[in-house]
């Protein structure tokens, strides 16, 4: 039994307590009380009968919240996909860690655990005692001067490999290649074997020097029965090494079957597995580069005005509610609103729209954006942490941190991988040195070494995170913010996409084009007042048309709103009703039908009935985006079904379905129902998209396997959705589809590279092709491990020159 401390919110008095301790103690295996006043439930637990997590479901199904928290930390140290599992492994045998999940190519672990069973101090040692370094994500050094140090230890490293190992290359085959070398070495030596010693002392120097870095966490690695990459070159090399010196020591054991020594092969080894690994770092540091590049959008420091003087102070000394001096041509520092002045902003990096926008007092500005040739002064909104552009560098290292499905099939290989591998390096050793032909023994060797050294997991551990790293950042560049790195891989599968049509299909910026009415201006005037509270794109533009025309505003009591069909109240004394026609009907109202034939745009009739009569129309003027038509011919193309959703009547979403060529569309659909729509286009088989931008489509979007939000829309949808088209253009989702399909194409590439390339050269290192005269030296194994995972970086680098989709004319 294990005991777990787990803190649980919404309890408020005995019977909440009892409640919880009653549904924890129906589970197998389980004792628990539960205190009110501390609210915690204390556990004790069977871990082979339940988890923590299912625990903690427990809990939330009969209506609690459990209090869990989630830890962000980097790990050092690891070199392949053995490495992160074990890592994972590490996390999940701490008590309270719910979930773990270790990305190779970020080198960060992202936990969610009990923070009442353990603390992140506790994470770290756990992952120390497994042989790694770990810190939290914001202490110490940037990751950038962490990386910075790493390489430059690597060159080191590297640089004094190779000046150790090119000497014992050349003293073990310069005499094979060059006859009159060999001649020459012997009469320098002062006594017999003197030249082996000299590659003896090298070889050690190498291994114990640059070589250390494989060889303590290999040994670790043994000690907790998880062999890695680390465990195969320290026990390739070191099998090399040692028996070397034993042939050194002892000649007279290896007089019938030859006193050859491999120092070679362990020096030259390890330099060549250096430089694979360092070339590695070199392409994971290009891999994180767009990320980077946002980061770097931001500002460092902010001109702060306090008491008229104004000051330059560091970006973690501004709050909000500070003024500050923005020059020109230098970027913004906050989100905030402007005070003082008049300037053209250069947004092009969160909005896509080359233009600069131009800003005046009361306009909105966001941080990283670029200040054109006027002077403003702005009062800060937003700092730190909660300005936009570092909300986009949160959420693309959340998607880059997260573990695809895909991933498992790498992780499940990676378990056996690297017994299995010792398993045939031994089994290679003992076949040779029983049948080889003479010397058996270095042919047994050899095969041996080759064998743990070729074989290497870092290449399949690389081949997602490093494609998704990648991918996500570019995509990120592009206009496409994935907020979940597993939309990355739903979205390559979806075969069905929803579009919501204001503000998806349309600009979402609608205009009061037509009013019949014998009183136009005292219908919208009525139309306003009811409309003056709500955020709708359709109701801000009837009062928008209402202050253009400068109508004043009646108060409104007895206000009601009925979601998706209209709204009442009280106005001058009289009850007054603006809604759909289906909803006027609804309330006894007798409506005229409305010809749509003849609108150029995108429209929508709401009907005002004062008193239970009909008092007049208003129409309601969308226009399409330019792009959609494109689009909706692009994507259809694609082999992609469309479907339109919309709460507009029929008339008008048959217009509009008519003019992109949807052959199917939902209109006059509550906001509620859009979710169900949703649910039986999955029932009908296939992954589902949902395309939207407003509060009402936050359902749908949930609803939907891949939830695609407009940046133009409302903060609740973007939170909703599992990624944000962030320059609010419609033809980023075509963009979007192809940086999942070219990613997930790019990751079926690198693990079939790396499967494939273990299936071909471990049984040529094992020593397949001997009877035909060749053996794959263990130096050329130490270079291929190498290159294997320089390749798969390689060619995840080559979603950086994705494209934006571009929208042409028909």
């Known amino acids: 039994m294990k005991h777990l401390e787990i803190g649980v919110e919404g309890m408020t008095c005995a019977s909440c307590s009892s409640r919880v301790e009653r549904a924890l103690n129906r589970l197998p295996r389980v004792q628990a009380t539960v205190n009110l006043s501390t609210e915690r439930a204390a556990v004790d ?25 989630s830890a962000e930390l980097e790990v050092d140290g690891m070199t392949c996909a053995s490495c992160s599992s074990r890592v994972e492994r590490a996390l999940g045998k701490v008590p309270g860690v719910l979930s773990a999940s270790v990305n190779l190519a970020t080198e960060r672990a992202m936990v969610d655990y009990l923070p009442a069973s353990t603390t992140p101090q506790q994470l770290i040692a756990a992952i120390v005692d497994a042989g790694y370094a770990a810190r939290s994500v ?17 060159r080191f490293d590297l640089i004094l490999a190779v000046l150790l190992a090119l000497p014992v290359l050349l003293l073990a085959m310069g005499p094979m290649i060059f006859t009159g070398l060999s001649t020459w070495l012997q009469q320098l030596a002062p006594f017999l074997r003197f030249w082996d010693w000299v590659q003896a002392v090298l070889a050690t120097l190498a291994l114990a020097g640059p070589g250390r870095r494989f060889f303590r966490p290999g040994l670790i690695a043994y000690r907790h029965l998880s062999p890695d990459m680390n465990s195969l070159v320290a026990t390739g090399t070191g099998a090399a090494w040692l028996f070397s010196m034993i042939v050194l020591i002892f000649p007279e054991w290896f007089r019938q079957v030859g006193e050859h020594v491999y120092f070679d092969s362990a020096a030259v080894v390890i330099a060549a597995i250096l430089l ?47 003024h500050l001096l923005v020059r020109p041509g230098e970027r913004l520092p906050v989100d905030g609103v402007v005070l003082e002045g008049e300037s053209s902003v250069d947004a092009s990096m969160l909005t896509g729209e080359p233009l600069p926008e131009s800003k005046q007092a009361g306009d909105a500005v966001m941080s990283a954006t670029i200040n054109g040739m006027g002077r403003l002064i702005i009062e800060a909104k937003a700092v730190g942490q909660d300005t ?8 693309v290292e959340q998607a880059q941190a997260g573990k695809l499905p895909i991933q498992g099939l790498a992780d499940r290989v990676v378990r056996v991988f690297t017994p299995l591998v010792i398993g045939i390096a031994l089994l290679s050793f003992v076949l040779w040195l029983l049948l080889g032909p003479s010397p058996a023994i270095s042919i047994a060797v050899l095969s041996a070494v080759a064998v743990l050294v070729v074989a290497c997991p870092c290449a399949m551990g690389l081949a997602t995170p490093a494609a998704v790293m990648v991918g996500t950042g570019r995509a990120a560049e592009l206009g496409v913010l994935f907020r979940r790195g597993l939309a990355l891989e739903t979205l390559a599968q979806v075969n069905t996409i929803c579009l919501d049509k204001t503000g998806t299909l349309t600009s979402g910026k609608p205009t009061v084009g037509e009013i019949r009415a014998d009183n136009p201006r005292q219908v919208l005037e009525l139309a306003a007042a009811l409309e003056s509270a709500s955020e709708h794109p359709l109701a801000r533009a009837i009062v928008r048309a209402a202050r253009e025309k400068e109508i004043s505003l009646p108060s409104v ?21 603006l809604g759909s026609a289906a909803w006027m009907r609804e309330q006894g109202i007798a409506t005229d ?14 009907y005002l009935a004062v008193e239970g009569q009909m008092s007049g129309n208003i129409l309601i003027q969308d226009q399409l985006r330019p792009e959609a038509g494109a689009v909706i011919r692009y994507l259809t193309r694609m082999g992609l079904r469309l479907v339109m959703i919309t709460g507009d009547s029929q008339a008008a979403a048959r217009q509009l379905a008519e003019s992109l060529q949807l052959p199917i569309f939902h209109a006059e659909v509550l906001p509620q129902d859009k979710a169900n729509i949703v649910k039986q286009l999955q029932a009908q088989g296939g992954k589902v998209a949902f395309v939207g931008d407003g509060i009402n489509d936050a359902p749908a979007l949930a609803q939907a396997d891949v939830g695609l939000a407009m940046a133009t829309g409302t903060d609740i949808a973007m939170e909703t959705a599992d990624l944000t088209l962030t320059h609010g253009d419609l033809a980023a989702l075509v963009t979007a589809i192809q940086a999942s399909r070219k990613t997930m194409a790019t990751i079926r590439g ?14 040529v290192a094992a020593g397949v092709l001997i009877p035909w005269g060749f053996q794959l030296n263990p130096m050329l194994a130490g270079l291929a491990m190498g290159m294997s995972s320089v390749f798969v ?18």
């Not at 209209?566 to 009703?577: E, K, Y």
């Open 388 to 395: 936009v552009m570092a909300h986009i560098v949160r959420m």
């Open 793 to 810: 970086l390689s060619n995840s680098l080559r979603l950086k020159w994705m494209r934006p989709w571009m929208a042409r004319p028909a």
């Open 750 to 763: 690198n693990l079939f590279w790396a499967f494939f390339y273990n299936i071909l050269l471990i049984p």
């Open 138 to 154: 914001d202490a110490g050094n940037t990751p950038e001067d962490r990386k910075t140090t790493l390489l430059r230890q690597m």
């Open 593 to 606: 039908t409305c010809d749509l034939v003849d609108m150029q745009s995108v429209g929508t009739w709401v």
């Open 45 to 69: 637990f069977d871990p082979g009968q339940i988890s923590p997590k299912e625990l903690s479901a427990a809990i939330t199904d009969i209506g609690y919240q459990v209090v869990v928290a």
């Open 557 to 577: 009591s007895h206000f009601q709103a009925t979601a998706g069909r209209g709204v009442a109240g009280v106005v001058h004394g009289q009850q007054v009703l």
């Open 276 to 322: 694979g690994k360092y070339l590695e770092e070199l392409a994971k540091g290009r891999a994180s580069t767009a990320l980077r590049h946002l980061a770097s959008l931001q500002a460092k420091d902010a001109l702060l005005i306090r008491n008229g003087e104004e000051q330059r102070v560091p970006l973690d000394q501004i709050r909000a509610g500070d």
